[in-house]
């Protein structure tokens, strides 16, 4: 069944197909339509991909992240990638960067837009503490763009290739967009039906640290506001595509956005993610919103597509094997994209807490973290236990976000036992002391302290017995005791490597 809305999104003047089946959905899908928003969505992805790629560069972020670190937390899998050695990582940034002004140009479009996802895509699976939810959609829509005809119009392209230009697209190529754009609001949701969101917490967190903001510090403060904000932008999150598919509500809608983008962007550091969606957004508009803010004169389907004007006067379209192939597979991805962000529900355990299930799920927000962490060496030939300064290997920003997940703090003791084991010969054993509150509640052990992470297997799909589950419970007022005085409040275990050590400096 078509779904009338559907119909009305594209601002197209068709049948009332919304009782067909799914042959004419089919039909439908190839509809020429005006490409002046699909066109705005190329130059705008590929104008603030290249301010960000320009960003990384002038701010040292690549130098910090990229260059400088000996450990790089690496998603499973993708243990092979690391940078580029020597300056080669300034050199992919520079890449990225022109790459992206030759998409927003449209100049030599699909081997540019290859070339930049693959770039994109080395870039983002190095670096598993830089992870973002808008880098997962960059890739993904970057990974799309190749497929999608963009550069037909306002494009570098159409001007050297006369044979190319055209003023038309098939309506599929707005869906693929529209349901990409969609993913993080639906799922962004739908992710914060949990308990803690509902409860404020954490965005109460975030907003004390505003307190201090002029003007709106004091309103920031007020102990509702957490609640208040965070049921708003639940609401937001699930009602939005809806309204801003309905053509009635979508001017509205779209106002919504941008306001709450730019708190957003005010609020919190999320990078170039407010200003992506902001014109990503524009998508759900008529295609061709951009020909009437420029009060141009607007493309008629019928004039301007001979497959347009048979549709139009019902001659049916005829779906190859071929066709039929590419449709299923589409709907197969699909399918994984709107199951793949739910698969957290299956695990028992809190995903905020063990973090499985949190990356590539769109869980923004969700889950205010404060770690502490000490690492210790013992050898069990001799007996003698030290500490080791795990910070000395990597970026005080990897620093902060490795310890909020259990993956990567087991990652770190297997970096330290490999550079141990290389110096003395022999593999030692590693502990790790964590002690963590989450979304404001008292510290507790994340860490069973007693456990040789050096021995526990990377990436395991089973059960992680040294992982402590969570038992604090959620708190009205949230802990502030400073993290230098938490041991003193939480109590702790025997530390039973430590009992027959030759010398021992508590980790």
């Not at 998603?75 to 927003?104: C, D, K, N, Q, R």
């Not at 139009?312 to 449709?327: L, N, S």
């Amino acid at each position: 069944m078509i779904d009338k809305s559907v119909i009305e999104t594209s601002e197209v003047n068709l049948p009332r197909l919304w009782s067909s089946d799914l042959q004419q959905l089919l039909c439908l899908a190839e509809r020429q339509v005006d490409n002046a928003s699909a066109t705005f969505f190329r130059i705008a992805f590929g104008g603030l991909t290249a301010a960000w790629s320009w960003d990384y560069l002038t701010s040292g972020r690549v130098t910090r992240l990229y260059v400088l670190p000996q450990l790089h937390f690496t998603y499973p899998g993708f243990e092979w990638l690391t940078p580029w050695p020597g300056a080669g990582m300034y050199v992919h940034f520079l890449i990225m960067l022109t790459l992206s002004l030759f998409i927003a140009v449209g100049c030599y479009y699909p081997w540019a837009s290859i070339a930049f996802a693959l770039c994109f895509t080395h870039f983002f699976l190095l670096e598993r503490t830089n992870y973002q939810n808008h880098y997962y959609l960059m890739a993904l829509v970057s990974w799309m763009m190749p497929f999608l005809p963009l550069n037909r119009n306002v494009s570098v392209d159409a001007w050297r290739r006369p044979e190319l230009a055209s003023q038309m697209v098939p309506l599929w190529v707005y869906w693929v967009i529209q349901f990409h754009i969609a993913l993080p609001y639906l799922f962004g949701g739908v992710a914060k039906l949990t308990a803690d969101w509902m409860l404020g917490q954490p965005m109460g967190m975030f907003l004390l640290t505003k307190a201090e903001a002029p003007i709106v510090g004091t309103w920031l403060a007020w102990p509702a506001m957490g609640a208040i904000l965070s049921w708003y932008g639940l609401f937001f999150d699930l009602m939005i595509v809806p309204a801003l598919i309905w053509k009635r509500t979508r001017t509205i809608a779209f106002l919504l956005c941008v306001v709450f983008h730019l708190g957003n962007s005010a609020l919190f550091q999320i990078h170039v993610f407010p200003w992506f969606m902001i014109a990503a957004t524009t998508i759900f508009f008529a295609p061709d919103w951009p020909r009437r803010v420029l009060s141009s004169a607007t493309v008629n389907p019928v004039s301007n597509s001979e497959s347009a004007s048979a549709n139009a006067h019902g001659t049916p379209c005829h779906w190859t094997f071929a066709k039929r192939i590419v449709c299923g597979l589409a709907l197969l991805y699909a399918m994984f994209h709107c199951l793949w962000p739910l698969r957290s529900r299956l695990y028992a355990e809190e995903t905020s807490w063990t973090e499985r299930g949190h990356l590539f799920s769109w869980r923004m927000m969700l889950r205010a973290k404060e770690v502490g962490i000490g690492y210790a060496v013992s050898d069990p030939s001799t007996g003698r236990v030290a500490n080791v300064d795990h910070k000395q290997f990597i970026d005080p920003e990897q620093a902060e976000k490795f310890p909020r997940d259990p993956e990567l703090i087991l990652k770190m003791a297997h970096f330290i036992a490999d550079k141990a084991e290389r110096d003395m010969g022999r593999r030692p054993e590693v502990y790790a002391f964590v002690l963590a509150s989450l979304n404001g509640r008292k510290p507790q052990l994340m860490i069973d302290p007693n456990v040789d992470l050096a021995a526990q297997p990377l990436h395991a799909t089973g059960a992680r017995a040294w992982i402590v589950p969570l038992s604090e419970p959620f708190r009205t007022t949230p802990w502030t005791v400073p993290i230098e005085q938490w041991r003193e409040h939480v109590e702790l275990p025997e530390f039973k490597f430590m009992k027959d050590a030759k010398r021992v400096t508590a980790p």
